[in-house]
């Protein structure tokens, strides 16, 4: 496993942008699938954008427009940037790696380690 470490997260207004980052402790390169989600209280953790290690990439229709996911892989490091920001885009956001994965996907249960989240807060 990998161990991840998120930053980025914040309070903004409606309409404003974010970026978030994710390091990797490990080697993340071209043999990991990469991924964001997103959890609100009473809520299962949903899928927002996910990369493959082809950089392929896959975006919840949530998101579509407004979110983009990029990886540095000699960086070790996992992007999302978030633009156009909805009151409904709050929500912890954890990064996840899937050690096996070869497509980008969005579920959860692949995905073998996580970070430890952080708060993503839009107020209107």
């Known amino acids: 496993q990998v161990r991840l470490v998120e930053s980025g997260g914040g309070s903004v207004q409606a309409g404003g942008s974010l970026r978030l980052s994710c390091a990797a402790s490990g080697y993340m390169g071209a043999y990991y699938t990469m991924a964001w989600f997103r959890q609100t209280p009473g809520r299962e953790r949903e899928g927002v954008a996910a990369?493959?290690?082809?950089?392929?990439?896959n975006y919840a229709d949530s998101v579509k427009g407004r979110f983009t996911i990029s990886k540095d892989n000699a960086e070790n490091t996992l992007y999302l940037q978030m633009n156009s920001l909805k009151p409904a885009d709050t929500a912890i956001y954890y990064c996840a790696a899937d050690g096996s994965g070869v497509v980008a996907h969005l579920v959860a249960a692949f995905y073998n380690s996580w970070g430890q989240g952080t708060q993503v807060t839009v107020s209107s």
């Open positions: 990369i493959d290690r082809y950089s392929t990439t």
